[in-house]
Nanobody, 115 residues
């Protein structure tokens, strides 16, 4: 079992920045992809950014050029640097990791962007 803990969410004004962290612990032997998803009220959960173990990344079109995903394999931690935040980025952000064929989710961290 892999346990994920997200941190770094909060309230920020439009144009501001936040950095989210996702620390994985437990039975870790080979985490493949790490990703961030988000879910706004009344909307479906959507992929924000994903990074493979080798560092290949992909982003949702809505965050390209503003968000950067990274990871520290030695610490089993993923990060999401969010710049130029917009009110429409307001959501609960969830960390997601894949290990072999298993998928794990964190509890989520709230990000609120005020206009």
């Amino acid at each position: 079992q892999v346990h994920l803990v997200e941190s770094g969410g909060g309230l920020v004004q439009a144009g501001g920045s936040l950095r989210l962290s996702c620390a994985a612990s437990g039975s870790i032997f080979s985490i493949n992809a790490m990703a961030w998803y988000r879910q706004a009220p009344g909307k479906q959960r959507e992929l924000v950014a994903r990074i493979t173990r080798r560092g290949s990344t992909n982003y949702a079109d809505s965050v390209k050029g503003r968000f950067t995903i990274s990871r520290d394999n030695a610490k089993n931690t993923a990060y999401l640097q969010m710049n130029s935040l917009k009110p429409e980025d307001t959501a609960v952000y969830y960390c997601n990791v894949v290990q072999v064929l298993d998928l794990y989710w964190g509890q989520g961290t709230q990000v609120t962007v005020s206009s």
